[in-house]
């Protein structure tokens, strides 16, 4: 318990509306990352043979990935824009930077909107 | 105003403030093609159509090696500037953090390469 009662401590600099949008915004932006990096070497493979490169696209198309498209890179790759958006606003918007929370709860409502119509129309037309 | 002792200061000198506009204005290119990207190949082109033949096709046109271009380009810059923060921010001994960072930089160097190299040369047979 004193463990994880410390590792809240640690990892609580404000914990309010700011550092919980800044943490989503470094968790989602690894997690584009990483996938982007899969991503550019799977797309070089065109230079190999059809059947070499669709036998490695069967990976695209296996249920647990189709899931991890839309509940972690759309999800992830949708909060980061939207977020990145808000920083741009507050960074070059006179005066925006006193509203970065309130203007989080705003985006966090816009996510909401696009993003759950959307990934309903991605899991019913990919699943 | 508040004060904020903790906060990273705003970027001066010429590389720090120009990574700093190079993700804001690549961040704008990025919101909208990205999501476009994702969106039309999963549910324009289809996900079960994804294939070698069809990739092969979409290359036929020149504007869509372009939009691959960009994206493989100011993406991975764009996480790249990203990542190198996050190094800065939680790898603290500096042997480390330097590693961590040529890592980084030649990682950038071989994927750009790599991606760039097949969208500019592929040709269908």
Redesign the interface.
């Known amino acids: 318990m004193a463990a994880i009662a410390g590792f809240f401590r640690d990892v609580t ?1 404000r914990g309010r509306e700011g550092q919980i949008a800044w943490m989503l915004h ?1 968790v989602t ?2 997690g ?2 990483l996938f ?2 899969l991503h ?2 799977n ?2 493979m ?2 190999f ?2 059947g070499v ?2 036998s490695v ?1 069967v990976f ?2 296996a249920f647990l990935f ?1 899931l991890l ?1 839309i509940f972690g ?2 999800l992830g ?2 909060y980061h ?1 939207l977020n ?2 808000r ?2 606003i507050v ?2 918007v006179p005066g925006a930077a006193r509203y970065q929370a309130p203007m989080w709860r705003v985006q966090v409502v816009i996510f909401l909107a696009l993003y759950v119509p ?1 990934a309903a ?2 899991l019913s ?2 699943l | 105003m508040q004060v904020r002792p ?1 906060a990273r200061p705003r970027p001066s000198g010429s590389f720090e403030l120009y990574a700093w506009l190079f993700t ?1 204005i690549s ?2 290119v ?2 909208g093609m ?2 476009f990207h ?2 039309y190949m ?2 324009g082109m ?3 159509a ?4 069809l ?2 096709w979409r290359w036929q046109n020149p504007v869509w090696r372009i939009f ?1 271009l960009f994206l ?1 380009v100011f ?2 810059l764009h ?2 500037n ?2 190198r923060i ?1 190094i800065e921010d939680y790898i603290r001994p500096k042997g480390w953090r330097i590693a961590a960072k040529v890592l980084l930089f030649l ?1 950038t160097f071989v ?1 750009i390469v ?2 760039a ?2 969208i500019f ?2 040709k269908a047979p």
């Open positions: 600099y470094r932006g690894a584009v990352f982007l990096a550019i070497i797309i070089f065109m230079v043979p059809a490169f669709n696209l695209y198309h189709k498209i890179l759309y790759l949708l824009a990145g958006i920083i741009l960074d070059f959307s129309i991605l037309r990919m | 903790f804001r961040a704008v990025l919101a990205a999501i994702l969106l999963h549910l289809g996900v079960e994804l294939s070698w033949q990739i092969a691959d493989l993406g991975w996480g790249a990203g990542m996050v990682l994927l790599l991606g190299y097949v040369t592929f």
